[in-house]
Nanobody, 124 residues
């Protein structure tokens, strides 16, 4: 059983930065890919960023490429999402997820454990 707890969300102005963190525990999470997803009101959950088990391969949604950066520290059991140049359209609940493969993935079906989410709100 994998436990995931997100933190770091909040209300910020457009152009600001936020750093989300996800603390994970349980089984061998250091051997699997991790991801961040988000869900805005009335919309489906969508992929934001993914990172492989070792942390040397990443993938991003086109909408956040160049602005967001995912990283992980397996020694500290954390995955982070640095979000820069935030826009109002980034407003959503952000979820941390633990995958079922070594590699990162942009598909929800490749993730088996989810955190409860943290709210990010960006005002114009």
């Amino acid at each position: 059983q994998v436990q995931l707890v997100e933190s770091g969300g909040g209300l910020v102005k457009s152009g600001s930065s936020l750093r989300l963190s996800c603390a994970f525990s349980g089984r061998t999470v250091s051997l699997i890919g991790m991801g961040w997803f988000r869900q805005a009101p009335g919309k489906e959950r969508e992929f934001v960023a993914g990172i492989n088990a070792r942390g040397d391969t990443t993938d991003y949604a086109d909408s956040v490429k160049g602005r967001f950066a995912i990283s992980r520290d397996n020694a500290k059991n954390t995955v982070s999402l640095q979000m820069n140049s935030l826009k109002p359209e980034d407003t959503a609940v952000y979820y941390c997820a633990a995958g079922i493969y070594y590699s990162e993935s942009k598909f929800i079906r490749d993730y088996s454990s989810w955190g409860r989410g943290t709210q990010v709100s960006v005002s114009s």
